[in-house]
């Protein structure tokens, strides 16, 4: 009797112990994590986004959706969505800056270089919503400031949300009045063609028929040609086999004449040579040549001059000339 309940009080410290062994092992790292909640506020629908839903930076989770609230305002007839983020900042390590402060300062340090909030999608085939945070320091930090117990960080438009303003600002009414009168002028166009098209059909059809007689035609003239030219080739090969047989008849006087032409080369340069050596400056032939015309130079100077003589005294034929 006395060992029973000390096996009742062993078996439920085993079970105690084996129950926050589990709990440590299953859940022990977010238990004793560091957490901290912030607000974002949307103007744009949260349909797709739940509680439990993601919250990324740069693809890795950081945080979930801890809940989401309605917030109606009767003067504008306007809502937003506060969202309240669950964060685990000991994910990140920071770099090159050092946050100091309390919580509220640290995140308004971090508002400061830029931190926003956005909606993107989590999964295209359901269309779940998750909660993107990205350092955009272009953009401003449009803060509501309704929750002052929380944190908060700034929203920008999701790309659906850029991309529904972007739509909602299209001049639609324009776009659609420039439509109609493009279709407008498509059908009077297309009319125009159908009046015009049977006429280019049949100049089509008549330009295909006069390109057919044409190339007809010129086949007929190139199987002329390729006869004709045939007929061409077989008489200059002909020619050419005549020629041929001519000139082996020929071969024998056509030596003898280049050898008379050869012998007749060669008596001429005979003669060149002894005309040169006649013309030469020291031989006795250009001597006599030389001697003979001074002698006809003497006589031509003579006869002028009793030609003069005559001339002005012609008694001098009778009478011979007078001596001074």
């Not at 190339?215 to 086999?241: F, K, N, Y």
Request: proline share 4%; glycine share 8%; charged share 25%.
């Amino acid at each position: 009797m006395s060992r029973r309940p000390a096996v009742v009080g062993g078996f439920i410290l085993g079970a105690l112990g084996l129950g926050v062994a589990a709990i440590l092992f299953f859940g022990g790292v977010q238990l004793f994590a560091t957490k901290s909640r912030v607000v974002v506020f949307f103007n744009e629908s949260v349909a797709g986004l739940d509680v439990g839903a993601p919250v990324t930076f740069h693809g890795v989770r950081v945080g979930a959706v801890k809940s989401i609230a309605i917030q109606f305002a009767t003067s504008t007839m306007t809502a937003r969505f506060p969202v309240v983020l669950e964060l685990q900042p000991d994910q990140i390590s920071w770099e090159g800056m050092r946050l100091s402060g309390s919580v509220t300062e640290r995140y308004e340090q971090l508002v400061r270089a830029g931190l926003r909030a956005q909606l993107a999608v989590h999964s295209l085939v359901t269309g779940q919503l998750r909660v993107d945070l990205e350092f955009r320091p272009s953009s401003p930090a449009q803060l509501i400031g309704t929750t002052t117990s929380l944190p908060e960080i700034p929203t920008i438009p999701s790309e659906l949300g850029q991309l529904r303003n972007e739509l909602t600002n299209l001049p639609l009414r324009e776009l659609a009045d420039a439509a109609q009168r493009a279709l407008a002028a498509i059908n009077r166009l297309s009319d125009r063609l159908d009046s015009r098209i049977d006429p280019l059909f049949d100049s089509a059809e008549r330009a295909a028929d006069a390109a057919t007689r044409a190339l007809e035609t010129a086949g007929q003239a190139v199987h002329r040609i390729e006869s004709d030219v045939s007929t061409a080739l077989h008489d200059l090969d002909a020619l050419l086999i005549d020629g041929r047989r001519q000139l082996d008849a020929r071969g024998g006087e056509l030596s003898r004449v280049l050898a008379d032409s050869d012998r007749s080369v060669r008596q001429a340069e005979a003669l060149i040579v002894a005309l040169n050596g006649l013309a030469e400056r020291r031989s006795a032939f250009r001597d006599d040549l030389e001697a003979t015309i001074r002698d006809l130079a003497a006589s031509a100077s003579s006869l002028r001059n009793f030609a003069e003589t005559v001339e002005r005294n012609p008694n001098a034929l009778l009478m011979g000339r007078s001596s001074r």
